[in-house]
């Protein structure tokens, strides 16, 4: 006897060896016990799911000698002729080579008469999406009104291809997707009744592989089992099946998560080496990242198809990473997804897609540092984009005898300055000094320690570092900081009672002058911002001197500007 496949040889004969459609099943086989038959049905579903396999079952039960029953025998002539397609009343079509509307109305003149021996006519079109325009329309009306001895079975796999003429006259059914965990067990029947050696690890990327299709994995099962001579191994399951193992992916998410760069591009190395395609890995670490997510959403590692020890390794992982993450990291993924299935490099998108996922951790969301939140270290070590005066004064030793030097202004403001005979002020780096040569250089080493201090405050905290920066001075003696602020400005008090901000102060002082400094809080004379011409509306205005709005310009590297109307203009 020649050898038979097992996904014919296993195709279900009656209802109750359909796989993953109960739905379905439970509404034909009420329909039958009822007598409540439609003159048509159609049969929706990705391929592989059973609608032609249901669509015999349905025209053996209507026409069984017993029947019409919930399940056919399966024993009767009648039954059996179906079942070898041998059976002149039931009539299988496949539309891709039966569209043309000639044939269609050779066929529907043909179906006015009866049956010649079963109870009904069935007429089974597969795949009909493919008929034309002109072979629908000649469908309308014999499937709207067909004779009581006829019944449509339409099968498709594009239900939106089909017009809705012809699904309006037709009872729908759709055919889901079979879940890998009742495909694995499924799988497992067929290999015990077939003999066949294989694992419950290689069954489970069997039924991942096949996409929710019965057929699709029946079929893989019977390769690898010709493979290895009646035994599946999982090496081999994994390397005939494309894929890469729970291994890898595990490392490729954890170099992502950690932003390890070297270990990504050196997995991808990996991938393309082993001549693993890099599309479907990509598809199959999605598939990995989601299971990822639904752990950290808080699902048992048992309702994850994947081994046990891959499952609970990924969960701790999950809960490590979080949930946001995850779901940022999913996001970015899929929008690559498009890319990568299109692009002829394959290796080299993917390798580009997961280098950039693994950017992600490098960056900060702009919500955490508007909360207060750590700007990245990179970050923190820039300086103070075009500061305005009185952020400048705060960094700069007091010197009463010296006169301070002309600040930098937007070029607006410039252009609105009063000309006057006296010389242009030296650059900013070129600040002037009476100090002699010989002052013990603790001056220059604290104004050094003064920036660190505050570069340290603005690593730990932006928000706080701004509201230091806006006091008229900082001064270091003697192990004290000395914060001089405006007279009745109690912005920077109240910011140091918010949250853990004297904290953060602390040890910030602890990290740049040692464990024992302290630190206080004095109002400084309105004389020391400097010199009434060198000031100007806009550094003068409160609402731009407000930490809020500071924060905000040091965040984003920006400037403000006052806008004061005319008040020189009459009305009319």
């Known amino acids: 006897m020649t050898y038979q496949v097992l996904a014919r040889k296993w195709r279900p004969q009656d209802f109750s060896s359909v796989v993953g459609q109960e739905s379905t099943v439970t509404a034909l086989r009420n329909a039958l016990r009822e007598s409540r038959i439609a003159q048509a049905y159609l049969f929706s579903g990705i391929r592989g799911v059973g609608k032609t396999s249901v669509a015999r079952v349905l025209a053996k039960a209507l026409n069984c000698e017993n029947g019409p029953a919930a399940d056919p025998c399966n024993n009767c002539d009648t039954c059996t002729q179906i079942t070898a397609g041998s059976d002149m009343d039931v009539i299988e079509v496949d539309a891709a080579t039966y569209s043309k509307v000639e044939q269609v109305r050779e066929l529907t003149e043909s179906l006015k008469y009866g049956p010649a021996r079963d109870r009904y006519k069935v007429v089974v079109i597969d795949e009909i999406h493919r008929l034309s325009r002109q072979a629908f329309d000649a469908l309308l009306k014999i499937v709207e009104e ?14 939106d291809a089909v017009p809705a003429t012809v699904l309006s006259r037709c009872q729908e059914f759709h055919f889901r997707r079979v879940r890998p965990g ?57 390397r005939i099946l494309g894929g890469v193992g729970a291994a890898v992916h595990y490392r490729l998410l954890n170099a992502i998560i950690s932003g390890a760069s070297d270990e990504v591009a050196a997995i991808v190395g990996e ?18 990242c989601r299971d990822g997510l639904h752990l950290a959403l808080g699902a048992e590692p048992d309702d994850i198809e994947l081994p046990e020890d891959d499952a609970g390794q990924l969960a701790d992982l999950a809960k490590d990473t979080g949930y946001e993450n995850l779901l940022r990291l999913l996001h970015q993924l899929l929008g690559s997804e498009g890319t990568v299935r299109r692009s002829e490099a394959g290796v080299l998108a993917v390798e580009i897609a997961w280098l950039r996922a693994a950017e992600m951790p490098k960056l900060t969301q702009i919500e955490d540092l508007l909360a207060g939140g750590t700007p990245p270290r990179s970050a923190a070590k820039q300086p103070t984009k075009k500061p305005t005066a009185r952020r400048k004064a705060s960094v700069e030793p007091q010197k009463k005898t010296t006169p301070s030097p002309v ?48 570069t340290e405050v603005s ?90 709005v500071q924060t905000a310009l040091d965040i984003f590297g920006g400037t403000a500007r006052a806008i004061k109307s005319d008040d020189s203009k009459e009305m009319p």
């Open 459 to 548: 690593r730990r905290r932006q928000p706080l570092a701004a509201h230091l920066q806006e006091s008229l001075k900082l001064d270091f003696a003697d192990g004290q900081l000395s914060i001089y602020t405006p007279p009745r400005d109690q912005w920077l008090a109240k910011a140091l009672a918010r949250g853990n901000n004297r904290t953060i102060l602390e040890e910030s002082l602890a990290a740049i002058w040692g464990e024992g400094t302290t630190w206080k809080l004095l109002e400084g004379d309105e004389l020391d911002q400097g010199p009434p011409s060198d000031s100007s509306p806009e550094t003068d205005d409160p609402i731009l001197q407000h930490p809020v």
């Open 146 to 159: 067909p004779p009581p001895h006829l019944v449509f079975i339409f099968a498709t796999t594009e239900v």
């Open 407 to 454: 600040k930098p202004k937007p070029e607006a403001k410039e252009s609105r300055a009063d000309p006057s005979p006296e010389p242009s002020a030296p650059a900013p780096a070129e600040q002037p000094s009476d100090t002699p040569a010989t002052e013990p250089p603790a001056v220059a080493v604290g104004e050094s320690s003064i920036q660190d201090f505050l």
């Open 271 to 288: 991938i393309e080496q082993e001549g693993w395609d890099p599309r479907h890995v990509f598809g199959e670490f999605l598939a990995y």
């Open 182 to 238: 009742l495909l694995a067990a499924h799988l497992r029947m067929l290999a015990e009744k077939e003999e066949i050696e294989v694992s419950d690890t290689a069954l489970r990327l069997i039924a991942r592989a096949s996409e929710g299709s019965v057929r699709d994995a029946v079929a893989l099962l019977d390769q690898l089992a010709t493979f290895g001579s009646g035994s599946v191994a999982d090496e081999d399951a994994a």
